[in-house]
């Protein structure tokens, strides 16, 4: 069946006689412009605009010729008026859509002669100059062109000579090599084979060039990838320097859908110093990432989040440019939780590892467990009255909580001499419960919030200390015994708090209003000694020293005296409103010009002398979007010693002083930018937000430090004074206060469309020096990215120039050369 859409071209009718077994399915076929039917060779001609489709394959171009004794479709481009190609031929079928110059497709074969044909899938463009689509949907080409570059004339491609593409599988070629421009390079392979989407292939990851370093020159984590399944894949990675040192790595990657997915990491390194010392140093690190999907079980929780490394050192490392040079914690932790349904119960038991390279300590926990109740309202359904105590009574909430550990806390030398019985004797016990009792009460038409609580604690340790007299050092010595014992402890808490508002009105034509928002807060807590103490004259001289056998326990208890404590605290802020025209909604404008103002302290009525603690004050303004000013201090009420500095009993308004702050901190940032680069700031922020990952908590709490080339230039200033009262004078530490003022830059600037330079820089007041600093620039070279960083100040000099694909099909493909050459 023939069905034309526009008349024959011919003037007379004829008969034209088909045979029945070479069609098998009516073809539907239509042009823009005319159809001319060759009656005697049995051929139809579509020309402009071009479709025929006959269920199975659809093809559209410019021109197109339909074989009826060959049973074949012949399509190709036209030309416009300026000689162009325009309308060239589109191949449709099961899906997948080709374009090429011209496709001869027959369709009882269904095999197909296809000239510069181009494909793309997902990020993938293939070019073919001479192609044939076989009837299992093979296409076998030559001349092909591979990029993940959607330009016409790409970037680079990879010239391919004789290949077989299996569609959604693979591509395997002969001969292939990098073309850049259009210019052919000598960098190849004698064959290839690059895997579609779903064909997970084996193959090597390209390794940083490590041209020199303290290691000598190096090859840095050559990999080799391996997809084992769907759910499953590792990578090996070695690194290897003239020098001797190297180093192994496999990272393993798991994911089931709507189970988990995580990420093991095991590494291991070898440093060696070579002539004269020829030191060998090992070092193992070992990283696990683990997260639960909440849909796998809504009752049981497995996660862990595991960075160890056996030498407790951050600053030793293959990597010259080494993402933990500076930190100085590492954490490990490994849970297990459990929720109950229907009941306000959770458990959950805890594997942890705290490491600091500063104290050179470890902190093994091993393990810990919890059980805690959240608050829940015993009354809540047997009180009926509405009175101030029966909704006191269904506001009575009980909160339990009980945590055993198995501690234990060592040298990291221990662990490095493999000195394992001497961890194991380091091992603390003990478990540690606590209850509240709380209500709230809502007092004068519910302007004021009165909530009284009742808070125990119970302390079981495994440990003590004995305190025993050196007659050789002349001082008490510390020993600990195997012994149980139990401690207490009890406060009665009640706090009551409100929120004022004042508001000041101004005379003028905008309606100038000051609104205030004081919250203050007032406490009473009464904590009793229910613990006995030690008494012994095991001090100095034997004087007689009174102490707490838990003071080096697990749960330390220290308390020797009973304290009531009034607790206060004051929150303020100011806000201005103001008449304004560019508030089309309510016509007025607001200027916060205090976001904080805070003052919080205590008074002990049971001390025997300075009752008043210190006033810890703070300071938060934010007037304007680009600017923030933070202030911390605080301050004491007591008289000092001029010569020593040291605080004295009495009061300093009683010698005719004020008192004097202890420590104050300045911080103030300031970011500059235009307003429409503010937007996708605030913008970009947005989308960290819907796209979270833990790679993106940087960038969440500072936006200021994304690199974004739709951004022309963007800076900020983080300025950060502190000073600090020495308390204690000294001849080798005469000053009276100590001062440390820093300085941080951060910008950045795109110079043209494509180019920018990004900087961050620490200075020193007090050194008058730059402390450390860090340069890139960066190139968006459309399907490449070029970047190269220097740090040419600071412990952790580096240069890192780095070439690398933006596709995820190529995310290994990447130059990166750290350090210059020696001569440079």
Request: hydrophobic share 35%; with cysteine.
């Amino acid at each position: 069946m023939w069905n034309y859409s526009t008349t024959y071209a011919q003037k007379f009718k004829d008969t034209l006689y088909i045979n029945a077994n070479d069609i098998d399915s009516p073809i539907f076929y239509s042009a823009e412009d005319s159809i001319y039917s060759d009656l005697k060779n049995k051929q139809v001609h579509l020309y402009r605009n071009a479709k025929v489709d006959n269920g199975e394959v659809k093809m559209e171009a410019g021109y197109i010729r339909i074989d009826l004794e060959k049973n074949e479709i012949y399509a190709t481009y036209i030309y416009d008026q300026d000689s162009n190609r325009t309308q060239q031929p589109v191949f449709i079928s099961n899906g997948e859509e080709m374009t090429a110059s011209s496709i001869r497709f027959n369709l009882n074969t269904k095999k197909g002669y296809i000239e510069e044909l181009a494909i793309q899938q997902d990020e993938n463009y293939l070019y073919m100059e001479i192609a044939k689509k076989h009837a299992n949907d093979e296409i076998h080409f030559r001349k092909g062109r591979f990029t993940t570059c959607d330009l016409p004339e790409p970037h680079f491609h990879f010239q391919l000579s004789k290949a077989v593409m299996v569609p959604e599988k693979r591509i395997v070629s002969g001969p292939m090599n990098l073309w850049v421009k259009g210019v052919p390079t000598p960098l190849g392979l004698p064959f290839i084979v690059i895997p579609q989407q779903e064909d997970r292939t084996h193959g090597f990851i390209f390794p940083k060039i490590n041209i020199f370093s303290q290691y000598g020159f190096g090859i840095q984590d050559l990999g080799y990838f391996i997809p084992i399944n769907d759910r499953l894949q590792t990578t090996f990675y070695g690194t290897i320097f003239s020098r001797g040192s190297w180093g192994g790595r496999n990272k393993t990657d798991y994911a089931k859908k709507y189970k988990n997915m995580g990420a093991f990491d095991l590494g291991f390194q070898q440093f060696k110093t070579g002539f004269p010392s020829n030191i060998v140093q090992n070092k193992t690190t070992v990283i696990w990432n683990h997260r639960q999907d909440p849909k796998s079980n809504p009752y049981w929780n497995f996660s862990s989040k595991v960075f160890f490394i056996s030498d407790n050192n951050s600053k030793t490392d293959l990597d010259p440019q080494n993402e933990k040079y500076f930190n100085n914690t590492f954490q490990s932790d490994i849970n297990l939780s459990r929720k109950f349904p229907n009941l306000p119960l959770t458990a959950g038991a805890k594997i942890s590892l705290r490491q600091n390279s500063l104290s050179n300590n470890i902190a093994l926990i091993a393990p810990s467990v919890n059980v805690n109740a959240t608050r829940f309202f015993p009354l809540k359904k047997l009180v009926k009255s509405n009175s101030i105590f029966g909704e006191a009574a269904k506001r009575f909430g009980v909160t339990y909580s009980f945590e055993g550990q198995n501690k234990s806390s060592f040298g990291d030398s221990l662990l490095q001499r493999k000195e394992f019985d001497q961890i194991g004797n380091q091992f603390m016990n003990g478990i540690n419960q606590k209850i509240t009792l709380q209500t709230t009460i809502n007092l004068f038409k519910n302007t004021w919030k009165f909530t009284p609580s009742v808070n125990y604690g119970n302390i079981i340790n495994f440990q003590q200390t004995r305190k025993t007299y050196d007659p050789i050092l002349n001082k008490a010595i510390n020993d600990t015994i195997q012994q149980l014992g139990m401690a207490h402890s009890l406060s009665f808490k009640a706090q009551l708090n409100t929120t004022v508002y004042s508001y000041y009105k101004f005379v003028g034509k905008k309606k100038a209003l000051l609104r205030h928002v004081l919250t203050p807060s007032f406490s009473f807590q009464y904590i009793p000694s229910l613990n006995s103490l030690i008494e012994d004259s095991v001090g100095v001289n034997q004087e007689l020293v009174r102490y707490s056998p838990y003071e080096q326990s697990l749960y330390r208890v220290s308390q020797t005296k009973d304290r009531a404590l009034l607790n206060f605290g004051f929150n303020n802020s100011i806000e201005l409103k103001r008449k304004s025209n560019k508030d089309t909604l309510t016509g007025f404008s607001k200027t916060r010009l205090i976001d904080a103002l805070t003052f919080n302290g205590n008074y002990d009525f049971l001390k025997d002398s300075m009752n008043l603690s210190n006033i810890s004050t703070g300071l938060r303004v934010s007037p304007i979007k680009w600017l923030n000013f933070v202030v911390n201090g605080t301050f004491s009420p007591y008289n000092w010693n001029d010569s020593t500095g040291r605080t004295t009993k009495d009061y300093a308004v009683n010698s005719g002083k004020l008192g004097r702050f202890l420590s104050t901190s300045f911080s103030t940032t300031i970011t500059l930018t235009s307003k429409e680069s503010r937007d996708k700031i605030d913008n970009s922020v947005d989308q960290i937000g819907k796209n979270w990952n833990a790679d993106y908590d940087y960038f969440l709490l500072h936006p200021e430090y994304i690199l974004n080339f739709d951004i022309p230039w963007k800076i900020s200033f983080s300025h950060i004074y502190t000073i600090n009262t020495n308390t204690n004078i000294t001849p080798t530490s005469p000053e009276r206060y100590r001062k440390v003022q820093t300085l941080m830059m951060n910008g950045d600037l795109s110079f043209t469309k494509r180019w920018k330079i990004k900087s961050t820089i620490n200075y020193d007041f007090e050194t008058s020096q730059i402390t450390n600093a860090r340069f890139t620039l960066s190139r968006n070279m459309h399907c490449w990215a070029l970047s190269f960083h220097w740090t040419p100040i600071g412990t952790n000099k580096s240069f890192l120039f780095t070439l690398r694909s933006t596709s995820t099909l190529f995310k290994d493909l990447k130059i990166p050369i750290s350090k210059p050459p020696a001569f440079l």
